[in-house]
């Protein structure tokens, strides 16, 4: 099953950002979508991760992930591209295979594959990654004993190593340029999305002494219980076009595959001001329609520009880089024999079923007649020593049998 293993990986070291955020699937239609493919390309387990500035398949398959399977993956799962952009990101796929895929996922997880170097939130994306996929049918033993040893590794490294000291995730790296930007503490934020990397960064502002909150969301009880966090208003995502209370600072972080503020809703939001605006937009793709940027007196903070400052952030941790990956390879090292504990356990987990066979069959067809001669007492003392017989010969010979096998 390991070398049947596979990832496909998509971030800032090979497409840019923006690209990315085409391969984002809203939550409402993964299922559906998912499951096609699974059944479509025959695929035995399936996992689907997507963040701000990544996006992952996990997969088992006894197929060979060359172009022309690239393609077919991509062209069933997102039916409305071009195949020009099919084979864009056929051509731009990272392909991990069997241990490397392993080890690719450690290093997620552990951070130090992040476009910030030491983001702790990585950690929490794969494990609701993989309870979503785990929830919709998509995966099995495999992706679920790869995630349990992935999860534990980071752990570990967030522990044991200063990989995350000072974290500079894309939370704090937005509060940072706010903060040098002498944005006042009254300033009216309007939060759209309600989703988990906006609930952190209102969390955060409001930790940080803002206090003039009001969030936006499609589903009204999700802004509401953010809101209810910041002690500010919520409304529907569709109250946005006619909201009148103005703005200072816009943060935008949702799931949608068009722009969420064009310009007559900006032009709205604006309310007549002509002083600076701040829009943090760290949504793929972005919520922020470009034409604003170019037309309107904007701060715009994009993923993008995120990323330059995390660039410089590299250099500072790069140190524990080395400390990392030793524990990563300890991590493999422990996953490779603990899946070749699984392989034994799932090929010998039908053995006490075929000794069951072999008891009934005995006392059924074999010795039929002799045994309908016994008493019920002889029966009786007969199935205690068969019963007695069966658990001793079965467990010696297993264990002993999975001695081999390991050794092997």
Do not use: W
Not at 25 to 47: F, G, S, T, V
Not at 59 to 86: G, R, S
Not at 226 to 243: M, W
């Amino acid at each position: 099953m390991l070398n049947n293993f596979h990832s496909i990986a998509f971030t800032h070291r090979n497409l840019d950002v923006s690209d990315i955020g085409k391969l984002h699937i809203e939550e409402a239609k993964q299922q559906e979508r998912l499951l096609a493919l699974k059944e479509e390309l025959h695929l035995d387990e399936l996992m689907f991760l997507s963040t701000c500035n990544r996006v992952e398949f996990l997969f088992c398959t006894t197929e060979t992930t060359n172009f022309d399977f690239l393609v077919q993956f991509f062209h069933t799962l997102y039916p409305d591209f071009t195949t020009e952009t099919v084979h864009l990101f056929a051509e731009k796929s990272a392909v991990f295979v069997g241990i490397e895929a392993v080890e690719h996922l450690l290093c997620v997880a552990s951070s130090i594959d992040s476009m910030v170097i030491g983001e702790r939130e990585i950690i929490t994306q794969v494990r609701n990654a993989f309870e979503q996929s785990k929830k919709m049918g998509l995966t099995g033993d495999f992706i679920r004993l790869v995630l349990r040893q992935t999860i534990e590794t980071a752990k570990k490294v967030y522990t044991e190593t200063s990989i995350a000291t000072k974290p500079v995730s894309v939370v704090s790296l937005a509060y940072h340029r706010l903060r040098d930007m002498n944005i006042p503490m009254s300033a009216r934020i309007l939060i759209i999305g309600a989703g988990t990397t906006n609930t952190n960064m209102g969390r955060f502002l409001r930790k940080h002494g803002f206090k003039n909150f009001v969030v936006f969301n499609r589903t009204l009880s999700k802004a509401e219980s953010l809101a209810k966090d910041l002690k500010g208003n919520a409304y529907p995502l569709t109250d946005l076009a006619t909201y009148t209370d103005g703005f200072d600072v816009i943060i935008t972080c949702t799931g949608s595959d068009t722009h969420i503020i064009t310009p007559e809703i900006y032009s709205q939001l604006l309310q007549g001001e002509k002083d600076r605006k701040v829009v943090i937009d760290i949504a793929l793709p972005q919520d922020l329609h470009p034409s604003i940027v170019e037309h309107e007196v904007v701060t715009h903070i994009s993923v993008e520009a995120l990323q330059k400052i995390s660039n410089a952030n590299l250099k500072e941790r790069s140190k524990e880089i080395q400390h990392v990956e030793e524990i990563i390879n300890e991590a493999i090292f422990e996953f490779k024999h603990i899946h070749k504990i699984r392989s034994v356990e799932l090929a010998m987990r039908e053995v006490p079923q075929k000794v069951k066979e072999i008891r009934e069959t005995a006392v059924n067809e074999v010795f039929k007649n002799e045994y309908e001669l016994l008493d019920d007492n002889s029966r009786e003392i007969l199935d205690k020593i068969i019963g007695y017989m069966e658990k001793k010969y079965m467990s010696g010979p297993m264990i002993l049998a999975k001695e081999i096998l390991l050794k092997k």
